[in-house]
């Protein structure tokens, strides 16, 4: 079974602070990974998504991630936010070969940006 | 506008009543999905659709009916909902089940009273 898990409900930030948004899974089988965003009163936008190569993906919006093997990470970063980019983030994982497209989602880590 | 299209986007509805919720895809992907989204917890897959064939159920109460009549579109029908089926939403679709870069509608707001 596949889990996710978002370490940080909320975070709050200065506009043009660097922020990462912490993402852990655990699964025995290999995934794919993906960062989602859900601003208010809307679904949910595809930011990323880690499939195979690099372990380093960018994503829209200036966001980009890290895919750690060893650690079961996939952190969201952003070097300098703006306000604009307040939103409730979304990590997910599904595994290879998932017939049944089961996409896991973490509870989602609500980013305030301030100015 | 992401390609995925749901209505309406707000619903009331008394516990008797019967209503449907529309989700309509012209992106030319095979499969579709419905979520629940509910305040403090993780978004639930309820269904999954592929070529117009459900393949899961994921444990949904059958109060929730969803029907598939084609690849371009999902329904779900609501019937007795309790007040706990408050929630959002989501019809998301796919090229492929489990690749994932699902694509989202913009949800359903359902207020069950």
């Known amino acids: 079974a596949q889990s996710v898990t978002q370490l940080d409900s909320q975070v709050p930030v200065f506009e043009e602070a660097p922020v990462e948004l912490r993402c852990n899974y655990s699964?025995?089988?290999?995934?794919?990974l993906f960062w989602y965003v859900q601003y208010p009163n809307q679904g949910l936008q595809l930011l990323l998504k880690?499939?195979?190569?690099?372990?380093l993906v960018k994503g829209i919006n200036g966001f980009e991630a890290e895919f750690n093997k060893s650690q079961t990470s996939f952190h969201l970063r952003k070097p300098s936010v703006h306000i604009s980019d307040t939103a409730e983030y979304f990590c997910?994982?599904?595994?290879?070969?998932?017939?049944?497209?089961?996409?896991?989602f973490g509870k989602g880590t609500k980013l305030s940006v301030k100015p | 506008e992401t390609g995925v299209t749901q209505t309406p986007r707000h619903l009331v509805m008394g516990m008797t009543n019967k209503k449907s919720l529309k989700c309509e895809q012209h992106?030319?992907?095979?499969?579709m999905y419905w979520y629940k989204q509910s305040a403090k917890k993780p978004l639930e897959l309820m269904f999954v659709?592929?070529?117009?064939?459900?393949?899961e159920n994921n444990s949904v109460p059958s109060r929730f009916s969803p029907e598939c009549p084609n690849s371009s579109h999902l329904f779900l029908h609501l019937h007795t909902l309790q007040p706990e089926d408050s929630a959002l939403y989501l019809c998301?679709?796919?090229?492929?089940?489990?690749?994932?870069?699902?694509?989202f509608g913009s949800g359903t707001r359902l207020t069950v009273v």
């Open positions: 998301a679709s796919s090229q492929d089940v489990g690749v994932g870069g699902y694509t």
């Open positions: 699964s025995s089988v290999s995934v794919y």
């Open positions: 880690y499939l195979s190569g690099s372990t």
């Open positions: 997910a994982v599904s595994s290879y070969g998932g017939s049944q497209g089961n996409l896991i």
């Open positions: 992106l030319g992907h095979n499969a």
């Open positions: 659709y592929n070529f117009k064939e459900q393949t």
